[in-house]
C-alpha cells in the first residue's frame, strides 16, 4: 500500500511539473503585430527563414541573424559582393510579387519575411498548411523603421541589439531634423526608375525627400484617385511640361546600375563619367533650360543602392547637404554611409554614390 501511495504521489508530482513545464513554454511565446496589422505568435525565435526584399534582408543582417537567412528573391541575390557570395542557389522567388511557393515550402523554413507590397496574401495561403509562418515586414519604410526593426528583434529575439540599431538610425534622423529646423524648404523634383516619372505621397522616396529638407512637387497627388496606369507611388509618371510649370529649384535622379536588374540597384558605385552624363542628358531636356534648378546648377545624381541606404536615410543625409551645405557644413553624408555599411552591413564602404552635375 505505501508503495503505491509513493507511486501516485510521484505521477502526480510529475504530472505538476509537466504543468510547470507547459507553462513556462506559453510564457516563452512571442508575440508582436506585424505590418499588416497582424498578431503573430511564434513558439520560438525564428532560426530558419526565407526573405523577400533586400531591405528586410539588411535589417536581419544588422541585427546578428543574417545566416539564419535560407531563401531569399533574384533581386536580392543578383548583387553577391554585397551579400557575401549568395547566389541563384538561394532563390525561390523571382520577386517579392513572384514567389514559388513549392521552393519555399521545400526548404521548411520558419517564416516567411515580406514587405506589405509583396504578395503576402499568397504567402499566407500558399505556406499555411506547411505550419510556415507568414511575417509582414516593410523593411524600406523610413517612415516607421522603428517598428521595422523592432518586429525583426521580437521574432529573433535579439532586441537588445534591434535597440542600438533603432538608436543609430534615430541619432541621424534627430540630427538632420535640428540641423535642417529653420530652413526654408527647397522644391524638389525627384526622378525614379524611368524618364519623367516620380514620386508621389506614400512613397519612401516621397520621404525621403522631406527628411532631407526638401518638397516634393507632386506631393499633391492622391495616387488613390489618380489615373493609376501611369505607374505607382514610387514611380509616377508626369509631363515634361508639368515639370516645367512647377519649375523645381533642384533636380534629384535616382542613377540605377545598368548591370542590375530593372528597377533595382547593387552595391557597386555607378562610373563618374556616365553618371554626370546621365544628369547632362536631363538639364539638355528640350524647355528645360527654364527650370530654376537648371539654370543654377542643382541638378544631382544619387544612386538607387545610396538612396534606398538605411531606410532611405542615406540619401536623405545627402540631400540635405547639397540643398542646405552652410547648414549642414560639419556633415559629411559619405561618414554615416561609412558606419551603417561597415558597422551594420558588414561589408565595406564604396564611394562615388552621389554626384553634383558638373
Known sequence: MRSYKMLVSAMLAAGIVAGIGSMNVLADEITFTDDAGREI??????????????????????????????????????????????????????????????????????????????????????????????????GWQNNG??????????????????????????????????????????????ENSGDYCTCLPGSGWNDMVSMGGGVNIFNDIDFATSDQSK??????????????????????????????????????????????????AVADRPGWSAIDAVKNGKVYGISAFAGNGCFKIVGATYIAKYLYPEEMADVNPDDFFKAWLEDWQGVSYVSGHAAQLQ
Open 41 to 138: 505568435t511564434l513558439e520560438k525565435p525564428l532560426e530558419k527563414v526565407v526573405v523577400f526584399n533586400k531591405f528586410n534582408s539588411e535589417i536581419i543582417r544588422a541585427v546578428g541573424k543574417v545566416d539564419a537567412i535560407v531563401g531569399v528573391d533574384a533581386n536580392t541575390a543578383q548583387d553577391t559582393d554585397y551579400w557575401n557570395g549568395w547566389d541563384d542557389s538561394m532563390v525561390v522567388a523571382n520577386s517579392q510579387s513572384d514567389i514559388d511557393f513549392e521552393k519555399v515550402a521545400a526548404l521548411e523554413p520558419d517564416a516567411v519575411i515580406l514587405p506589405s507590397n509583396g504578395d503576402y496574401e499568397g504567402c499566407i495561403s500558399n505556406l499555411e498548411s506547411f505550419g510556415i509562418q507568414t511575417i509582414v515586414v516593410t
Open 145 to 190: 523603421f522603428d517598428k521595422q526593426i523592432d518586429i525583426i528583434g521580437k521574432a529573433f529575439d535579439v532586441e537588445d541589439k534591434a535597440k542600438e540599431y533603432i538608436d543609430f538610425c534615430q541619432d541621424q534622423v534627430d540630427l538632420l531634423a535640428e540641423k535642417l529646423k529653420d530652413v526654408e524648404p527647397v522644391s524638389v523634383y525627384l
Open 231 to 280: 505607374g505607382s507611388v514610387h514611380s509616377y509618371e508626369v509631363s515634361s511640361e508639368e515639370i516645367v510649370a512647377r519649375n523645381p529649384q533642384a533636380i534629384f535622379i535616382n542613377i540605377y546600375d545598368s548591370a542590375a536588374k530593372p528597377g533595382t540597384s547593387i552595391y557597386v558605385a555607378p562610373d563618374p563619367d556616365s553618371m554626370n552624363a546621365t544628369l547632362q
